[in-house]
């Protein structure tokens, strides 16, 4: 996309749930990202400069645990269905709007409720949308394979269609994601049930690892991984954990695997997304501020975010 382009309206919803992780702080993400200025402007700022008409819609309303889980597998489920179901209306919300989500975590387990809404928009006019998955992980765990009830390990294979019912069927119909739509950039921290889960499902040619990346650089990765969801009826949505980022460049998130994305990577996966077009939704999850480093995990989620929307160096 360029700046000449007839420019979409974006709706921006914050969605501070953090208790799918297992470390603390990614809630709190949300209005960092929201209310942090980079060179004296907000995001929205930023967006709106970039010729898109921006509306914020605030944050999908969150129903938190009273209780520590002890043993749950998963863990807070119900408090999970409940907040998923009111994502799910947040984002459907700002579809019907005619707007394009740019959706700010929270842990991954927030990819249930609003690829979910998203799926759910196109299925309606019996059309697939497609998802490209930037994680270091796959994400892609159920409550039997899983080793810490964590659910936001789980949202993959629940939007597979396989998971606690109630999040498998939300909007009423499952899978919401035809994988073979589905790719996914930047793998580096798989565990053995991920591993087999990813070839059951025969997804392996899907997975564009960071050894892939080592091998063949990012824009071949990132461009293979594009073409697979992009040829969904209904364009695609792109899910983006910053843990993908090294932690040289992205501290400031609870699950930092060695060896990831450089910056300039990053950027460039974006920039490809955006010069193709067809992007439905965008979100950035797993930014904790509690853990950052003189706010760069920070501005750098605001800064990806613009690169998916279409801003370039010149």
Not at 5 to 34: C, D, H, K, W, Y
Not at 81 to 104: C, H, K, M
Not at 201 to 226: N, P, W, Y
């Amino acid at each position: 996309m360029n700046n000449e382009v007839n420019r979409p309206s974006i709706g921006i919803l914050g969605i501070p749930l953090g208790f799918g992780a297992g470390q603390t702080g990614s809630e709190l993400g949300v209005e960092a990202m929201r209310l942090s200025k980079i060179r004296g402007e907000t995001l929205a700022q930023h967006i709106s400069s970039l010729g898109f008409t921006v509306a914020d819609h605030g944050n999908a309303k969150i129903v938190r645990p009273d209780h520590i889980a002890n043993g749950e597998n998963p863990r807070y489920l119900n408090e999970m269905i409940q907040s998923s179901r009111n994502i799910f209306d947040s984002v459907s919300g700002i579809l019907e709007a005619g707007e394009t989500p740019v959706l700010l975590g929270g842990d991954h387990s927030v990819a249930i409720g609003t690829f979910s809404a998203v799926s759910s928009h196109f299925h309606q006019r019996s059309e697939d949308v497609g998802l490209v998955w930037f994680d270091a992980h796959a994400d892609i765990n159920t409550p039997e394979t899983s080793s810490s009830g964590n659910i936001h390990g789980m949202p993959l294979a629940i939007l597979l269609g396989e998971g606690p019912q109630e999040l498998v069927e939300l909007g009423g119909f499952s899978p919401k994601l035809n994988k073979k739509y589905f790719a996914h950039v930047g793998a580096r921290d798989l565990d053995a049930g991920e591993r087999d889960r990813i070839r059951l499902h025969g997804l392996r040619d899907q997975f564009f690892t960071m050894s892939d990346i080592d091998k063949r650089g990012m824009l071949a990765c990132v461009e293979d991984a594009v073409a697979i969801a992009s040829k969904a009826p209904g364009g695609f949505a792109v899910t983006f954990d910053v843990d993908c980022i090294d932690p040289r460049f992205a501290p400031g998130s609870g699950t930092l695997v060695r060896g990831g994305a450089t910056y300039r990577e990053a950027h460039l996966a974006l920039e490809v997304i955006a010069e193709h077009g067809g992007l439905r939704s965008f979100e950035i999850v797993e930014v904790n501020p509690m853990l950052d480093q003189s706010n760069i995990t920070v501005e750098l989620a605001i800064e990806l975010v613009l690169s998916a929307l279409g801003k370039t160096i010149i």
